[in-house]
């Protein structure tokens, strides 16, 4: 089916959210579309049926409130041709049609290899999060939490909130870097505040940093999970384990329809508009800055893809504050070097595929790799794989191709009829 | 040193790897050049079916050499190449198509080409997931499936056991009559002779060959092992591979050993990019719908092109080119190159080193095109 509007926005998190609102504020016809049945990305995500975040509330509120149109459970593919997007719904595959186009695709968890960190019950924090929040059972189960970035603690603190008993939470970054964040907190006082409440959460539990994981075993199941700060090495007991190193920008359908990147994120000017005319880029594909660097962001987007220059430009000096919160972030969640040896030649990368690092290894590039190994070819089609071996090996996924994600072959085809194609049905005379 | 060297292969695609492997097995020092990973160019992008054809006389001969050295090859081959023995299926819709695969049989049963024809049930049986109606099928039981950038590794690997030696990353900016090849970083490396077996890229080093960039675009799916048997070719797809004129889509669909499946093809002049275009895309995969309508509901997971090096006459160039006898050519393979490749190898070595070649080498001389890689500097 055809959908045509002036604003199209990729994404229903905090970013998109915002843009949409401050879109739609222009009196344009407007659209924001999500893979997912719900608004709010993965932050927000169950907020819409059990609110609890006021924050959340009010930006869904608003959002109902702004006449932009929700197409929903609606994924971007591909992009066919300019000022289109091919997307994916479960009725029919979807052609919408834009003039400017705001991408605000969020970020995903990034997995570095560890031996057995492939074993069941080794997930993402963000996922087990999502998990736990569509109603998944934590209850009284052992649960060890490490990797790095702040959402560990938001994660830690939500289990425990569900019954689930915190073993530990362990940062990979040393204290004085994440002390050294303090004051980027200390200078955001929603930030603190989130902060300083989930600290009185976790009371009881141990939060260590400089602290990262070596191995997991377990038998069909993980069961231990091996730590080390370096000079030391222990192990604790669980029934599943957290691990997450930050997190990785979904920068895939900005690379389809050819934005520039640099340093792996989306390059925008002070506008948010992307090197490709009319595409605008908001929230963690730009940088990982949280979810109030998305919201204003988002905002800039949207007023500036509505030709409102003078709103945008006053949200300038507010967004300057929370880039500065993005670089400190950078900064104390760097990830450490030694995190590049955790895997052995052994230890698989490319999970879709079953592919060694040691194998990985063997070849020159990343693409020598693929072509001879599989790895990256899988649906996930290098998300996993390629992330950790760019920072494993310093390389990485090299090309985009349709479909952005996994989708039907009948979804890949649409309605249009153009030149090249004059007689569709005649095709072998 | 280098003077030594009897000859300089530029291309690791699967052509140029099967001629480093014939020619050092007999016995000369090779030296292979490509910019980038070995495999890396239409190999890495075609489709890996190792087919009989019988579109000409010459077409037969290479093809069918070639599958026979193929299956020799087979029992040294490694896991990763993925072979997968589902034979081809050529599907008839009509009657008109249904007269095409008594011709064939008819002529592939008289050179020994195993085949089998299959009325409308039969076909049911073999494919359940075809639609129902076709008129029948002609089976190519020997016919068979491969992964090609491993199998290019395989073949350098055995040149290298050979002696052969390889570079990577090494872009070749000309090819002089003198058998050197010069650098695009300047420097040149001699020998022997040379041998352009760039595919597409061909008349790059040698300006004026008749080759021509012809796009094609594929679709891979998840792994749904089981949904087809077979290679399954319509027979329409003739007439487009045949058509040189505007674009075409056939269908055409290759179960892999990894339970995925390979949507092809189509076919275009005069497109040299390598984006997806939107217009072919959908003309190839409701023409895949219409023969497998349950293929719809099926994930996919990637789509991409490649261009075949397309001839005139659909034959390869295999032989000394028309500028040079220290210039040789070992391209122009269209959609062919994997199953020739192994023939093209031995007829090149054959010739180089003044040895009876197995099939008569004529049809794929350069010099049948009167600028068979002419005006050269
Ligand atoms: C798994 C996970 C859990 C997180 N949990 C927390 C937390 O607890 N606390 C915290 O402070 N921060 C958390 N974050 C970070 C937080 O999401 C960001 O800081 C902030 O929400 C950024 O907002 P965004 O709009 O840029 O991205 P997101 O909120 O991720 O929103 C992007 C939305 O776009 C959709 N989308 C992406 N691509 C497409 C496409 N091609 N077609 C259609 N839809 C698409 C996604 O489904 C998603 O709904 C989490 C991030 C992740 C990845
Ligand atoms: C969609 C599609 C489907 C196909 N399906 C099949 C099939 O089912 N069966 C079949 O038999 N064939 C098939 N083919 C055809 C087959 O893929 C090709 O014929 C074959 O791969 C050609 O191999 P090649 O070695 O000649 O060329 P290539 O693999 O392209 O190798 C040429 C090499 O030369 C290198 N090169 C070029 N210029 C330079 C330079 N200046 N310096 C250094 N290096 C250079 C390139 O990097 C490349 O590696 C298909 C092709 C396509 C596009």
């Not at chain 1, 996930?380 to 994600?405: D, H, T």
């Not at chain 2, 993925?82 to 008289?110: F, P, S």
């Not at chain 2, 497109?271 to 217009?279: K, M, N, S, Y």
């Not at chain 2, 994930?299 to 075949?308: E, K, N, Q």
Request: glycine content about 12%.
């Amino acid at each position: 089916m055809n959908h045509a509007f002036d604003i199209v926005i990729v994404g229903a998190g905090p970013a998109g959210l915002a843009a949409a609102c401050a879109a739609a504020e222009s009196g344009q016809r407007v659209a924001v579309l999500d893979d997912t049945p719900w608004l709010g990305g993965q932050i927000w995500r169950g907020e819409q049926s059990r609110p609890q975040l006021s924050q959340a509330q009010r930006w869904i509120e608003r959002f109902r409130r702004s006449g932009a149109t929700l197409l929903d459970r609606t994924s971007a593919i591909a992009c066919p041709q300019p000022g289109v997007l091919l997307a994916e719904h479960p009725d029919e595959p979807r052609e919408i049609h834009w003039q400017r186009l705001i991408l605000a695709t969020g970020a995903r968890e990034m997995f570095l290899p560890f031996p057995g960190w492939t074993l069941p019950g080794i997930v993402g924090p963000g996922g087990l999060q999502a998990l736990v929040k569509n109603g998944w059972p934590v209850d009284g189960k052992r649960i060890v939490v490490a990797g790095s970035g702040l959402l560990l603690l938001a994660v830690a603190d939500g289990l425990k909130k569900h019954g689930a008993k915190i073993v530990s939470v362990s940062e990979q970054a040393p204290w004085s870097r994440v002390l050294g964040f303090g004051p980027a907190l200390l200078s955001h006082p929603g930030k603190m505040l989130q902060g300083a409440g989930i600290k009185l959460r976790l009371l009881g539990v141990p939060y260590r940093c400089g602290v990262w994981p070596v191995k997991a075993e377990g038998d069909e199941q993980v069961r231990r999970v091996t730590l080390t700060d370096g000079r030391n090495t222990w192990t604790e007991d669980c029934d599943l384990f957290a691990c997450g190193f930050n997190l990785v920008p979904n920068v895939e359908l900005p690379l389809a329809l050819g934005c520039a990147l640099s340093d792996g994120f989306v390059r925008v000017n002070e506008w948010q508009a992307a090197s490709v005319e009319n595409v605008y880029c908001a929230g963690e594909p730009t940088g990982i800055g949280g979810v109030d660097c998305a919201l204003v962001e988002g905002r800039i987007a949207g007023c500036a893809a509505g030709d409102r220059h003078a709103p945008a430009k006053a949200l300038f000096a507010k967004r300057a504050c929370w880039h500065r919160f993005r670089a400190a972030l950078a900064r104390a969640f760097a990830l450490r070097p030694e995190l590049k040896s955790l895997a052995a030649d052994d230890t698989l990368i490319c999970r879709c595929e079953d592919v060694t690092l040691g194998r990985m290894k063997q070849f020159n590039g990343w693409r020598d790799a693929k072509l001879q190994s599989r790895c990256g070819m899988g649906p996930c089609q290098g998300r996993v794989c390629g992330a950790a071996a760019k920072f494993i090996l310093g390389r990485g996924m090299e090309s985009v191709r349709p479909p952005v994600f996994p989708a039907r072959v009948s979804s890949l085809i649409t309605s249009g009829t153009s030149a090249s194609n004059p007689n569709p049905n005649q095709t072998t005379t | 040193m280098s003077q030594t060297r009897d000859i300089i292969i530029v291309g690791a695609g699967i052509v140029g790897v099967a001629c480093a492997m014939e020619c050092a097995r007999g016995g000369l020092k090779v030296l292979v050049l490509d910019r980038g990973p070995i495999g890396g160019g239409t190999t890495a992008a075609g489709m890996g079916h190792i087919v009989v054809m019988d579109d000409s006389e010459a077409q037969f001969a290479l093809t069918h050499y070639s599958r026979s050295l193929w299956h020799e090859l087979r029992p040294q081959l490694p896991e990763d190449i993925e072979i997968e023995v589902c034979g081809t299926l050529w599907v008839a819709a009509d009657d008109e198509e249904m007269a095409e695969v008594h011709r064939k049989a008819k002529n592939y049963g008289q050179r020994g080409v195993r085949v089998e024809v299959l009325n409308s049930a039969d076909l049911e049986k073999a494919e359940p997931n075809l639609r129902r109606g076709l008129a029948g099928g002609l089976r190519v039981v020997e016919d068979f499936v491969i992964y090609p950038p491993c199998a290019a590794r395989h073949f350098l690997e055995q040149a290298r056991k050979h002696g052969a030696e390889v570079r990577t990353g090494v872009h070749v900016k000309a090819l002089r009559s003198d058998g050197s090849v010069l650098l695009a970083d300047g420097s040149s490396i001699s020998a022997g002779r040379c041998v352009n077996a760039a595919g597409p890229w061909s008349p790059a080093l040698t300006p004026g060959l008749p080759v021509r960039k012809r796009k094609g675009h594929l679709v891979i799916t998840d792994r749904h092992p089981g949904f087809v048997h077979h290679q399954i070719v319509e027979l329409g797809y003739l007439k487009s591979a045949h058509s040189t004129g505007r674009d075409s889509v056939a269908f055409n669909i290759q179960p892999r050993k990894t339970g995925q499946m390979l949507i092809g093809s189509s076919r275009q002049f005069d497109a040299d990019d390598l984006t997806v275009d939107q217009a072919i895309l959908d003309r190839m995969l409701k023409r895949a719908i219409e023969y497998l309508p349950a293929l719809g509901r099926l994930s996919a997971i990637r789509a991409w092109t490649g261009h075949r090096a397309a001839t005139p006459d659909k034959l390869p160039l295999i032989g000394p080119s028309t500028v040079s006898d220290r210039i040789w050519l070992a391209t122009g393979h269209e959609g062919l190159g994997i199953t020739t490749s192994p023939g093209t190898g031995r007829l090149l070595a054959d010739l180089l080193l003044g040895r009876k070649t197995e099939i008569p080498s004529a049809p794929y001389a350069p010099a049948r095109f009167a600028n068979g890689g002419a005006h050269h500097e």
